[in-house]
């Protein structure tokens, strides 16, 4: 582990240190701050998990925090997105599939009354919204 690393296991309590690492995208501290015990569903200051906030690029990261017992319906407070809202909107097929194969729900829209499916359509992510579409059935 990186020295500069070594202080997110410390945690004080809120994650937040895995919530960063998930963030960025840092696999290796994010797999080392799981198994140090970390809790995947804990919130950071911003009342965020880190699934919430994790690099939607990064399927290594969703699928540890998703191991590790991540909660993939988790909403937020205010626009009650999900994961698979925000792989959605950004394009991210991969980390969209992993979401829904741990059970990430496809059919809860958001405050605005949107699917993942509507979002991936609004931003052009054909693949993602050709996913989505089967995967309901559509």
Known sequence: MREEDKGMLGGGGDDAGLANASAQGQVET???LLEAGADPN????FGRRPIQVMMMGSTRVAELLLLHGADPN???PTTLTRPAHDAAREGFLDTLVVLHRAGARLDVRDAWGRLPVDLAE???HRAVARYLRAAAGD
């Open 122 to 124: 609004e931003r052009g």
């Open 30 to 32: 994010v797999r080392q």
């Open 74 to 76: 988790c909403a937020d």
């Open 42 to 45: 804990g919130v950071n200051r």
